[in-house]
């Protein structure tokens, strides 16, 4: 099973982008991803890998809910 998290660009240098999530940052590669990004945009990474791009307030929910489950602790959240 794989988790999406909406990760934000904050850096971009061709085909590579550095990506946030609430701090962590990784370099993931654009080499598939079906549309040009900006900075500030959200995308899904998958095995270092930019897939997909996110809307800003789907992005801005889904985060939100993680936040959500980390603060509960997961309980109860899934079912």
Do not use: W
């Amino acid at each position: 099973m794989c988790l999406a998290v909406p990760s934000r660009i904050v850096e971009l240098d061709g085909m590579k982008a550095v990506v946030d999530v609430r701090g962590a940052r990784r370099e993931v590669s654009l080499l598939i991803l079906p549309e040009e990004v900006s900075l500030g945009d959200y995308v899904i990474v998958h095995a270092g890998f930019a897939i997909n791009t996110v809307n800003r307030d789907d992005a801005l929910e889904a985060l939100r809910f993680f936040d959500k489950v980390l603060q509960s602790g997961g309980e109860g959240v899934f079912l």
